[in-house]
Structures are given as C-alpha cells and as structure tokens.
T-cell receptor, first 108, second 114 residues
Framework: GENVEQHPSTLSVQEGDSAVIKCTYS??????FPWYKQELGKRPQLIID?????GEKKDQRIAVTLNKTAKHFSLHITETQPEDSAVYFC???????FGTGTLLAVQP | NAGVTQTPKFQVLKTGQSMTLQCAQD?????MSWYRQDPGMGLRLIHY???????DQGEVPNGYNVSRSTTEDFPLRLLSAAPSQTSVYFC?????????????FGPGTRLTVT
C-alpha cells in the first residue's frame, strides 16, 4: 500500500519567518496531494491541494510544490503568524493516506 | 447545511463491549470514510465507502465493521472493544468524480476503552 513520510515532526519559527514541511510518498500512481491543518481539539481542514499535472500552487501565504519524479511534495508558509500554529498533515491519493503530522509553533 | 455530524462526542466503554459510532452528512457526497487519530500517529484510514452498498477496508480495519445503506449515513461498529481502540475517531465525506475532491471532516468522537 501507499506509504507517506512527513518531516519534520516539530517545527518552531519566529513570527514572520517561513516554514517548510516536506512529504515523500511511495506509489508513483498517486495523483492528488492535499494539506490539512488541525488546530488543537478541532477537526482537520483542507488548506491547499495540488494534482499531479501541476508543479506548484499558491494561495496567499501558502504554497505547495510537487516533484513527481522524486515523489515528494512540500508545504510552504511565508510570513508566518501566531494563528498558523497547528498540526499540519500531508495526504496522498483519493483515499487520503496521511503523513504523521508536523506540529508548527510560531513564536511571537 | 449541517455538513458532517458525528455522535456521540465522547464515549467510555469497558473491554468487550460493543457500540456504534454514528456519522451522517447532508451534502449528498458519495464518498465517506472513517479515520482514527492517535497521538503521534496521524490519521489512519479504517474503512471507506464510494457509495451506498459499497464499502472497503483501509489501513487499520481489524476490530471494526461498517455498512452503507444510504448515501447520508456511514456508521462504524466496534465489535468487542479493546483498550487499543482508545482514540479519536473522525468521519469524513467528499464528492467522487474524475479527480479527487476535498474531504470534509466531522467534529470527532473521543472514545476511551477501559
């Protein structure tokens, strides 16, 4: 089955800095790569996604890049703010096989 | 729209008891799924369904049963609860099409098995 690895498991940045989270996957047939944000005690919510026919997608301060050859994709958050503090999960395929999550802490 | 709803919000079971976690959605989504979330383990797929009458296993199906008799409802049954099933359970739903679509999650059920 699909295997998804996510790094780092924790990330602490200063407010205004950039944060990058990377995921690698094993199944070369995977074609959908979403990122979810989960605040403490709440449900996961989609923040951005990318499909296999696109290399990069941006939405304001958030971007996702995909390298299908190397089988990895990354979440980029620029100008981080304290409200960006949460756990971020990557996922792969229509069935959503999740990575293990990254706890992002943005220090004011 | 209520979106995806789950009941109960909290549940405590004794080892060996059975129970059903309820999930319903009012968005006419064909695809529904169940996940469990354990600390440090992310979300793991238990079972999923691509439409009424069709279900399939995910990554961690053992100890759980599902059925999909209607588009709206996708209950998860724990047959004989074990402490290892202590977790937060999320139900999710989405459209099904030629591509993948955003999955909408319910608020979760926190289950403790003693």
């Amino acid at each position: 089955g699909e295997n998804v690895e996510q790094h780092p498991s924790t990330l602490s940045v200063q407010e205004g800095d950039s944060a990058v989270i990377k995921c690698t996957y094993s199944d070369s047939a995977s074609n959908y790569f979403p990122w979810y944000k989960q605040e403490l005690g709440k449900r996961p919510q989609l923040i951005i996604d990318i499909r296999s026919n696109v290399g990069e997608k941006k939405d304001q301060r958030i971007a996702v890049t995909l390298n299908k050859t190397a089988k990895h994709f990354s979440l980029h958050i620029t100008e981080t703010q304290p409200e960006d503090s949460a756990v971020y999960f990557c996922a792969v395929t229509n069935k959503l096989i999740f990575g293990t999550g990254t706890l992002l802490a943005v220090q004011p | 729209n209520a979106g995806v709803t789950q009941t109960p919000k909290f549940q405590v079971l004794k080892t060996g008891q059975s129970m059903t976690l309820q999930c319903a959605q009012d968005m006419n989504h064909e695809y529904m799924s169940w996940y469990r979330q354990d600390p440090g383990m992310g979300l793991r797929l238990i079972h999923y369904s691509v439409g009424a009458g069709i279900t399939d296993q995910g990554e961690v199906p053992n100890g759980y049963n599902v059925s999909r008799s209607t588009t709206e409802d996708f209950p998860l049954r724990l047959l004989s609860a074990a402490p290892s099933q202590t977790s937060v359970y999320f139900c999710a739903s989405s459209f099904v099409g030629t591509g993948a679509y955003e999955q909408y999650f319910g608020p979760g059920t926190r289950l403790t098995v003693t």
